[in-house]
């Protein structure tokens, strides 16, 4: 399974954009990107994910690499309830997807 | 409406002893994946299950784990024999369709998860 490299962890100033990298060198065509964050004592929720091009939701946006082996996850004003693990992940639609991979994920501390 | 539910929250048992970690998944939800989280690490994926069928249990550590969902719904994971090793919080996650083709990329949802310490 291609796997995903994020840093160990970001800080962030609260109400400035934070861009969380991850890098998936090894990405297959059929690999779709997703991010998921887990806040503390929670299990983890879903944010946004993408295919190839740029993604937009309420939460956040996803920015796609052209050649796809990186994507950044824009969360555009941090809150201090963002502090979280984000973790990115990729499933591959074309092996059925189900067995996904978390790696340690970025852990995002938000400062006031 | 619901979410997935997890219980016990919390369970502290005596190494050697069995317990039984339930999920309640959201309702009329196809697929239903149990995973395991060690301090300070990302989930581990476990087994996965497509309503009754486990179609995927590779994850599972050793014979001593052991899962089901015998009508579709509610799932159970059993831990016999339970050692130091199986202290984490374990997790559940439903999503709404088959994990198969491009619906494997349905959004899954995850439970609060066990936490289990073992003695």
């Known amino acids: 399974d291609a796997k995903t490299t994020q840093p160990n962890s970001m800080e962030s100033n609260e109400e400035e954009p934070v861009h969380l990298p991850c890098n998936h060198s090894?990405?297959?065509?059929?690999?779709?990107i997703h991010w998921y964050r887990q806040l503390p004592s929670q299990g983890p929720e879903y944010v946004i994910h993408?295919?190839?091009s740029n993604v937009n939701n309420r939460m956040a946006s996803l920015a796609i690499a052209e050649d796809r082996k990186s994507s950044t996850l824009i969360l555009h004003r941090a809150t201090l309830r963002d502090a979280a693990v984000y973790y990115c992940?990729?499933?591959?639609?074309?092996?059925?997807?189900?067995?996904?991979?978390f790696g340690a994920g970025t852990r995002l501390f938000v400062k006031a | 409406g619901a979410g997935v539910s997890q219980s016990p929250r919390y369970k502290v048992a005596k190494r050697g002893q069995d317990v039984a970690l339930r999920c309640d998944p959201i309702?009329?939800?196809?697929?239903l994946f149990w995973y395991q989280q060690a301090l300070g690490q990302g989930p581990e994926f476990l087994t996965y299950?497509?309503?009754?069928?486990?179609?995927?249990k590779s994850g599972l550590p050793s014979d001593r784990f052991f899962a089901e969902r015998p009508e579709g719904s509610v799932s159970t994971l059993k831990i016999q024999r339970t050692q130091q090793e199986d202290s984490a919080v374990y997790l559940c996650?439903?999503?709404?369709?088959?994990?198969?083709?491009?619906?494997?990329?349905?959004?899954?949802?995850f439970g609060p998860g066990t936490r289990l310490t073992v003695l």
């Open positions: 090894t990405i297959s065509g059929t690999d779709y």
């Open positions: 299950f497509q309503n009754e069928a486990q179609l995927d």
């Open positions: 992940i990729l499933r591959d639609s074309n092996t059925g997807g189900f067995k996904t991979i």
């Open positions: 993408g295919l190839t």
């Open positions: 309702s009329g939800h196809v697929s």
């Open positions: 996650a439903s999503s709404s369709r088959a994990s198969i083709g491009v619906a494997s990329t349905d959004t899954q949802y």
